[in-house]
């Protein structure tokens, strides 16, 4: 089962693990599903009414959601999460 990040007005938002790139979110209305890039908010895949995909839209930018989301993207995903480039030779 994927966590449940929020449920606003019958629309449910889910993450799964076992995923794949880009990062992104299901969002479920009625018999509806949407795959939205977490960064982006691009539609990848999938419907949602236009008033349903507008207010999941509306809560990735809400305060902190869009990086607490990619967190828990991640989390559920660690073999997706990008590797830290290190310092070039000298560099301090």
């Known amino acids: 089962m994927a966590p449940l990040l929020v449920e606003k007005e019958g629309v449910s938002i889910t993450i799964y693990s076992r995923e ?10 009625g018999d509806d599903e949407a795959l939205i890039t977490i960064r982006t908010g ?3 895949a999938g419907e949602l009414p236009g008033k ?9 930018e809400e305060g902190n959601n869009r990086v607490w989301v990619e967190e ?3 989390e559920l995903n660690p073999r997706l999460r990008p590797v ?3 310092n070039k030779k000298g560099d301090s």
């Open 52 to 60: 349903k995909l507008r207010l999941v839209l509306d809560w990735l």
């Open 20 to 29: 794949h790139l880009p990062p992104h979110i299901h969002a479920f209305y």
């Open 72 to 74: 828990n993207f991640y």
């Open 84 to 86: 830290a480039k290190n």
């Open 42 to 44: 691009v539609l990848i």
